[in-house]
């Protein structure tokens, strides 16, 4: 990506946090009721998922979260996005223990 698109991202997101957490809990919520209403989806026994446009992560770790993925990838055209969902909650390796 191009240095002015990133520094023009950074400078976007800095102003706006409020509208991003905003726009990542309707994601959220879009999840869920997708969930609640397509039971479906659930005995898929889906083990990865991959969402473009990730931002910051909240809403694919949602998803990962509730259908107990294995894995899971995002992507984003901005570093500065991509880096803070990495660094802030990085979805575990397949096979976590933890998970």
């Known amino acids: 990506m191009s ?10 997101q ?18 869920d009721t997708i969930l609640r209403n397509v039971p479906e ?15 910051r ?6 998803f990962f979260d509730e259908l107990k993925l294995e894995r899971a990838f995002g992507f984003d055209f901005s570093e500065v996005a991509v880096d803070y969902a990495f660094e802030s909650d990085p979805i575990p390796p397949a096979g976590d223990p933890r998970y």
């Open 41 to 55: 989806i659930s005995s898929l026994k889906l083990k990865s998922a991959i969402d473009f446009g990730c931002g």
């Open 57 to 62: 992560g909240q809403a694919l770790r949602h």
């Open 14 to 31: 800095s102003d706006r946090l409020h509208l991003i957490d905003f726009d990542n809990a309707c994601a959220i919520r879009k999840i």
């Open 3 to 12: 240095n002015e698109l990133e520094v023009f991202y950074e400078r976007w």
